[in-house]
């Protein structure tokens, strides 16, 4: 199982990027892929999933309206998209999967940590 991260940089406060998370080594379509972020000094937060079984989506209140989650069958690939960044969301960014079915609700809790991880990627937004 692999999974790279891409995309992070440095932005300035209300700009935009995306965030891409190319996966390999498992079936795309059984697989739920999260994204975690870590600002320094702080513990892993659960942002956006997506589940590839059944294409059911879930969002922290705290990015709810500026990031959307989508995800590419044919690229094995999936997609964070970040609106109006602000300096708090300056972190190093995560995805992560774990295997799920149609029906299980493997997005419901953001918290739960996923069985595989990529390595991280930073993102910064400068004020």
């Known amino acids: 199982v692999q999974l790279v991260e891409s995309g992070g940089g440095l932005v300035q406060a209300g700009g935009s990027l995306t965030l891409s998370c190319a996966a390999s080594?498992?079936?795309?379509?059984?697989?739920?892929i999260g994204w975690f972020r870590q600002a320094p000094g702080n513990g892993r937060e659960g942002i956006s999933c997506?589940?590839?079984?059944?294409?059911?989506?879930n969002y922290a209140d705290s990015v709810k309206g500026r990031f959307t989650i989508s995800s590419d069958a044919a690229k094995n690939t999936v997609y964070l998209h970040i609106n109006s960044l602000q300096p708090e969301d300056t972190a190093v960014y995560y995805c992560s999967a774990a295997p799920t079915r149609p029906g299980w609700g493997r997005c419901k809790e953001l918290s739960k940590l996923f069985d595989y991880w990529g390595q991280g990627i930073q993102v910064t937004v400068s004020s």
């Open positions: 080594g498992f079936p795309f379509d059984s697989y739920a």
């Open positions: 997506i589940d590839n079984s059944d294409a059911t989506t």
